[in-house]
């Protein structure tokens, strides 16, 4: 059974720091383009980060020289490194598995097949 569960979430002050995991089960991670977006109330999921084949790391523009994303191949669990923490970082994070090879942008959700259920960023002081 494929399946993506995602950890770390939870309630910071601004400044503060998370990591955020996505353990997979039923598949390698090596084998996939990881994924991690973002969604917050009343707005569209966004993309923010992946990780393609060979750990080449991509960032929206928002996040860069903030969020580290990583992968621990013995684990089979990608991180996202989260600092600095800003409030309008607060929305549900998911990851995300594409074994496409080919797509127009890697930050499009419609690209990834397999999803975890999300975990929960607050920022807020």
């Known amino acids: 059974q494929v399946q993506l569960v995602e950890s770390g979430g939870g309630l910071v002050q601004p400044g503060d720091s998370l990591r955020l995991s996505c353990a997979a089960s039923g598949f390698r991670l090596e084998n996939y383009v990881i994924g991690w977006f973002r969604q917050a109330p009343g707005k569209e999921r966004e993309g923010v980060s992946y990780?393609?084949?060979?750990?080449?790391?991509f960032y929206r523009e928002a996040v860069k020289g903030r969020f580290t994303m990583s992968r621990d191949t013995a684990k089979n669990t990608v991180y996202l490194q989260m600092n600095n923490l800003k409030p309008e970082d607060t929305a549900v994070y998911y990851c995300?598995?594409?074994?496409?090879?080919?797509?127009?942008?890697?930050?499009?959700?419609?690209?990834?097949?397999?999803w975890g259920q999300g975990t929960q960023v607050t920022v807020s002081s």
């Open positions: 990780i393609s084949r060979a750990r080449n790391t």
């Open positions: 995300a598995a594409s074994s496409r090879s080919t797509v127009v942008s890697w930050f499009r959700s419609d690209v990834y097949g397999y």
